[in-house]
């Protein structure tokens, strides 16, 4: 509170508690001993100037049983009026008024802890830790997508004029998002909305869908324009959607869609949708629970399971795991989303986007389903296996020797035709026609063609001198796919951060 109030400018951190807990219902209460503690100050000015600003504060009533004798039983020592109001302070905390006290005194911090109050007395830089875990949504930033409030989009553009034919009342509605600030995900294009997703969190009582469950992603509107159809960007939205839910702990998403969009339906019940009902307006609803917690036994194949569950996965003993390396040009190309450079800060962020923004690229680092080919001999992958993409060494790339992604395997198969090769991976390879040409597939020498499901990519990578610590790599990184051990895979996994527990 006094950092906050002091005549001075308000250092980063406090101004950023006091908004956090302003936008999320947070209150902010002081007790009777912050008066004392200001009424001792000997500067009468600003001492007159800072009670004045207690009052945009909530004000605990005093509590009973506060006379000296009973603060020291409880709270020990009190030689000071410094310790009076310290005790006072851990009276509110412990009578439970209010959660959390929040001090960089270290004297208050050992007080507490000595009566079992520790952990319920926060410095400022753990109190905005806990107001950001708790109630700020982990960011997903891919490639192209962009995070906008609903009244920074004007209701002019194009992307809204297909909306308006499907639902009349749509510019009332969209007026509503904008004046509730709704959230918005925005595929940008050369400044143009290729795509958009405007989303709610809604309780089940303002849901009413089938699942149940307390914390539930809606899609208010998912909608590509038509210019962009073939971009796989309704997958990179329903990525977008799908990791957002994982990362934040939803139970479930849903949204309502038109029989006629027989596409969308479909790329939704690939990944687990399943229509629940029909509205009054003949939209189907279609709701796909995301899986939390420990997974259940395994009843379908492990394929299935990633697929439906996605992006939770199987990785049981049953399900083999592969090391596949992979030449850093073909990873870019493969994984956008990740390809930052070897000049990045220590702690980059998303200022620092990624390397990729050449139209040919985009689509193959949209998509959730992609391919690898190469001319690996193995025979092992089966359908659903785990697959940890290596980046072999490029000194301009900043995870150059490391894994930095897990994905399942979806199909495996040999193909000894350049034309079948080419005409097999149109749509997810991010190689050319020439450089698939090139790879010379012939019947002595096939090339591999392994599609898969993206499911994350681990932050940090695991660099090559921790995959040798961990006993995954010897002295050199394997030059071909490589099956792991159980024991490889398990102290590999320990060191895997996808951004979600699995």
């Given at each position: 509170?006094?950092?906050?109030?002091?005549?001075?400018?308000v250092?980063?951190?406090?101004?950023?508690?006091?908004?956090?807990?302003?936008?999320?219902?947070?209150?902010?209460?002081?007790?009777?001993?912050?008066?004392?503690?200001?009424?001792?100050d000997?500067?009468?000015?600003?001492r007159?100037?800072?009670?004045?600003?207690?009052?945009?504060?909530?004000?605990?009533?005093?509590?009973?049983?506060?006379s000296?004798?009973?603060?020291v039983?409880?709270?020990?020592?009190?030689k000071?009026?410094?310790?009076?109001?310290?005790?006072?302070?851990l009276?509110?905390?412990?009578?439970?008024?209010?959660?959390?006290?929040?001090?960089?005194?270290?004297?208050?911090?050992?007080?507490?802890?000595?009566?079992g109050?520790?952990?319920?007395?926060?410095?400022?830089?753990?109190?905005?830790?806990?107001?950001?875990?708790?109630f700020?949504a982990?960011?997903?930033?891919?490639?192209?997508?962009?995070?906008r409030?609903a009244?920074?989009?004007?209701?002019?553009?194009?992307i809204f004029a297909?909306?308006?034919?499907?639902y009349?009342?749509?510019?009332?509605?969209f007026?509503?998002?904008?004046?509730a600030?709704?959230?918005?995900?925005?595929l940008?294009?050369?400044?143009?909305?290729?795509?958009?997703?405007?989303?709610?969190?809604?309780t089940?009582?303002?849901?009413?869908?089938?699942?149940?469950?307390?914390?539930?992603?809606?899609?208010?509107?998912?909608?590509?324009r038509?210019?962009?159809?073939g971009e796989?960007?309704?997958?990179l939205?329903?990525?977008?959607?799908?990791?957002?839910?994982?990362?934040?702990?939803?139970?479930?998403?849903?949204?309502?869609?038109?029989?006629?969009?027989?596409?969308?339906i479909?790329?939704?019940?690939?990944?687990g949708?399943?229509e629940?009902?029909?509205?009054?307006?003949?939209e189907?609803?279609?709701?796909?629970p995301?899986?939390?917690?420990?997974?259940?036994?395994l009843?379908e194949?492990?394929l299935?399971?990633?697929?439906?569950?996605?992006?939770?996965?199987?990785?049981?003993?049953?399900?083999?795991?592969?090391?596949?390396?992979?030449?850093?040009?073909?990873?870019?190309?493969?994984?956008?989303?990740?390809?930052?450079?070897?000049?990045?800060?220590?702690?980059?962020?998303?200022?620092?986007?990624?390397?990729?923004?050449?139209?040919?690229?985009r689509?193959?680092?949209?998509?959730?389903?992609?391919?690898?080919?190469c001319?690996?001999?193995?025979?092992?992958?089966k359908?659903?296996?785990?697959?940890?993409?290596?980046?072999?060494?490029?000194e301009?790339?900043?995870?150059?020797?490391?894994i930095?992604?897990?994905?399942?395997a979806?199909?495996?198969?040999?193909?000894?035709?350049?034309?079948?090769?080419?005409?097999?991976?149109?749509?997810?390879?991010?190689?050319?026609p020439e450089?698939?040409?090139?790879?010379?597939?012939?019947?002595?020498?096939?090339?591999?063609?392994?599609?898969?499901?993206?499911?994350?990519?681990?932050?940090?990578?695991?660099?090559?001198?921790?995959?040798?610590?961990?006993?995954?790599?010897?002295?050199?990184?394997?030059?071909?796919?490589?099956?792991?051990?159980?024991?490889?895979?398990?102290?590999?996994?320990?060191?895997?951060?996808?951004?979600?527990?699995?």
């Amino acid at each position: 509170m006094i950092g906050l109030e002091d005549p001075k400018p308000v250092e980063a951190r406090l101004a950023d508690i006091s908004r956090l807990s302003n936008e999320y219902g947070v209150g902010l209460f002081v007790e009777g001993a912050n008066y004392d503690d200001i009424a001792r100050d000997r500067d009468e000015g600003r001492r007159r100037v800072t009670l004045s600003k207690l009052d945009k504060f909530q004000k605990l009533a005093r509590l009973p049983n506060q006379s000296d004798a009973d603060l020291v039983a409880r709270f020990g020592p009190i030689k000071k009026d410094n310790d009076r109001s310290d005790a006072r302070l851990l009276a509110a905390l412990d009578a439970r008024a209010v959660d959390y006290l929040i001090s960089e005194d270290g004297n208050l911090h050992k007080r507490a802890a000595r009566v079992g109050l520790g952990d319920r007395v926060l410095t400022i830089d753990d109190a905005l830790q806990w107001l950001k875990l708790t109630f700020v949504a982990k960011t997903v930033e891919l490639p192209h997508v962009i995070e906008r409030k609903a009244y920074e989009l004007s209701d002019r553009n194009p992307i809204f004029a297909s909306l308006r034919e499907d639902y009349p009342p749509f510019d009332s509605w969209f007026e509503r998002c904008k004046q509730a600030h709704r959230e918005c995900w925005v595929l940008e294009i050369d400044s143009e909305i290729a795509g958009l997703i405007i989303r709610k969190t809604e309780t089940h009582l303002e849901a009413q869908t089938q699942h149940r469950g307390p914390k539930i992603l809606k899609i208010c509107t998912f909608k590509v324009r038509d210019e962009y159809l073939g971009e796989k960007f309704g997958e990179l939205l329903l990525k977008q959607a799908l990791w957002f839910a994982q990362h934040n702990n939803y139970d479930l998403v849903y949204l309502t869609v038109y029989p006629k969009h027989a596409l969308l339906i479909s790329l939704l019940k690939y990944y687990g949708f399943s229509e629940t009902k029909r509205s009054a307006s003949g939209e189907l609803v279609m709701e796909k629970p995301i899986l939390r917690g420990a997974l259940p036994t395994l009843t379908e194949s492990a394929l299935d399971f990633a697929r439906t569950n996605y992006p939770r996965f199987h990785d049981g003993a049953a399900v083999s795991k592969f090391y596949v390396p992979i030449q850093p040009d073909y990873h870019r190309r493969l994984f956008p989303e990740i390809a930052f450079g070897r000049e990045l800060p220590l702690f980059p962020t998303s200022d620092f986007g990624p390397i990729l923004t050449r139209e040919k690229d985009r689509t193959p680092g949209n998509t959730i389903r992609k391919v690898y080919l190469c001319h690996a001999r193995t025979s092992m992958i089966k359908p659903g296996d785990i697959l940890l993409f290596y980046m072999s060494k490029d000194e301009s790339l900043a995870a150059s020797q490391s894994i930095t992604t897990l994905a399942i395997a979806e199909q495996v198969r040999d193909i000894d035709d350049p034309d079948e090769l080419i005409k097999h991976t149109a749509k997810r390879s991010v190689y050319s026609p020439e450089e698939m040409r090139a790879m010379n597939p012939t019947p002595a020498s096939p090339v591999k063609v392994i599609d898969f499901l993206l499911v994350g990519h681990t932050q940090p990578a695991v660099g090559l001198v921790d995959l040798q610590r961990l006993g995954v790599l010897g002295n050199h990184p394997y030059q071909s796919i490589t099956i792991l051990s159980e024991d490889q895979y398990r102290a590999l996994r320990g060191a895997l951060d996808l951004g979600f527990a699995f």
